[in-house]
């Protein structure tokens, strides 16, 4: 079991001389503790293990009292896979994967978006509106007559979007109004705007705005990186997470501070090497047909690694999102501790709103066009939907980039398998719905196990 | 008030322990009250109005460094009052407040806890999800190169909580969510000391915990006066105020009533106090001790 300290945090060296009284109370004391400690044994494997046998134990540990991380989203993943590839032998071919990779990028992206509202207690319903009109935007300044050049359009597109949940973010924080209302409000009168946009703009035939195929804007989905730039992309991404992660494991296990075992880190930085090269053979594979050449990884998915990486950075590393999960859990302590706590919120929105573009990006990159026939209510359902599938709670303080990472790839494969399988349009919604309320089923019946017993 | 500069040193201000024969002979020490002079904090003719309502009414009370001090009383009897006054979130509306003889004017939290006064309140104001290091250091995190230095904040709280010989805890990487309600309040303790922390209040701490909790809970506020901290402990439980009280105030509809050395009160003496505003009993020997309090004096003759 786990009841060994690990590390000096429980156990310092030597104790005042005198008081031995207290001293074997003490003792006393922490064995009373240590017993009572093992129906609470739910802190990260990472804290209490030395070696990878004592850490795959502490996890095991861990799964079955209820904190089960990213584990069931994975074993569900990895079934709807089989099911699929039983059913449609096409499913497991390069061109349906990378299909399927481009699909997820819109989803992941919506569901980080979501993930900043989630982690707060609260939600944002305007997610998908908010995409349409940085869609819109980024559409309008890139075509004639504005002519942007790329990068100007879709920073307009971007702060544009960061502005409205600016907006929406001090109407909450700062007149206390439910998230739930704003954003709601959001959802209806954006769709609005960019409908209005789509009026205005008279080449906007049937409210329909088309990316011209040389813009990056449409590239960003179309078109792939050479073989070779995909290949130094992986290197250089897997040589900075291996070596941030390894090296800062070496010096805190150096320093005597707790960090998990070398083992383990670099176990994680392998898997996380593997899936890279995994995606990246797929993708190099020639998925053309014939005479017609089609190789390389899609510009969008380093997009994704980019804000997955950004976002995980900003939530684990920095003030902004340590607040943002203090806030989450106890809004009171927060406050008390300092904290300017309507701005951080604020702040929560706009990041939000903000990743709420890209997507918006991604979107009408892949279609080539943006409409305003956009069904910006389904984008929340999905965005809220991949989040919790990957194991955000709604409730808040609890989540990370990751899930949407996973949530987002789960949702693609139901999509995508579903649509291999000549499934309708209605049982494609339906397939969804199922897959959403049994993965929090699972998640729920595995943390209840973990709960009872516990204080 | 900021994290120290450089926090690797660790936190400066708990002070070394003093021995605990030293110690002993403090809590012996019967009526000398503040052994060297200036109290840490005086009250003098306090009195809050909420409206029409007196709250607090003339409230004289000296706080000593290194001494533990029970506020007991009635519900309903000005404790949390008087401790919200101290914390400065409810300025009084007469009388004044001395800092090591100094007058100062608590307007905000913020101003108490720049003089070093920490309150813990029932609740502890932790957050579940965030691990032990995270939570003493939450509004305070050292920045390095613009990113929370982890190593750093570790090692001061590491430092804090053996200071403190809270050795329960196992890891100070696990989350709050998964201790027990004694070694959240020993966290509490933990986080209210790690910045120069001269005066510690706390609001029942031993009101949700059973007996062994209790325990660790006593010991640790002991440990804690006997590093030079002056503590404030209001509790409704007369075993825990015997237990680890040095001196008594007794609060009664808004007016302290008496204000003596643990030793000069017994448990009928304090119910009485607290029921009825006097004791029939009175204060053994000479009454009321440090010449603190000449209203409750009065009425115990």
Redesign the interface.
Known sequence: MMDE????????AD??E??VS?EE??EL??E???A??QE?????P???ADSLGEYLRAWWTRIRTGESGVAPVVAGLVLVVIFFRIEQSTFLSAGNLVNLFVQAATFILFAAAEIYALLLSEIDLSVGAVAGVGAFVIAELIAPPVNLVWWLGIAGGLVVCAGIGVFQGTLITRLHLPSFIVTLGGLLGLTGVFIELANIDKTAVGGVISISTTSPVYNLVNANMSPTLSWIVLIVAVAVYGGVSISGAA??RA?G??APPLSVVILKVALAAAGGVAIVIICTVNRGAGLFHLNGVPWVLLLVLLVIGAWSFLLG???LG?YI??I???P???R????NVPAVRTAAFMLCSFTAGLAGLAYESRLGSIATNIDAGSFVLYAVAAAVIGGTSLFG??GKMLHALLGGIVIATVFNGLALMGISAAGVDIATAIVLILAVTVDSLVRRRGTTG?? | MGPPADSREGPRHVREPMSTGETVTARQAGNGGAADGTPLLSLRGVGKNFGPVRALSHIDLDIPPGRVTALAGDNGAGKSVTIKTISGLWPPDDGEILWQGQPVHLHGPKAAEALGIRTIYQDLALCDNLDVVQNMFLGHEPLRHWVLDEDSMEIAARKTLEQLHVRTIRSVRQPVASLSGGQRQSVAVAKAVLFDAKLVIMDEPTAALGVSQTRQVLDLIKRLSSQGVAVIVVSHNLNDVFEVADRIAVLYLGRMVAVDEASKFDRQSVVEYMTTGLSERGLQADGVGAGSNPQGSERTQ
């Open positions: 300290p690990t590390s000096g945090a429980g156990m310092p104790p005042q005198g008081a207290v109370r003490e004391l922490i009373e503790e240590a009572g400690q609470l044994a739910v802190a990260a990472e804290v209490m010096r805190r320093r501070l707790s590393r920095t003030k340590r999960y203090a989450g859990a106890n009171e302590a927060a008390r501790a300092g904290i303080g609890r516990a204080v």
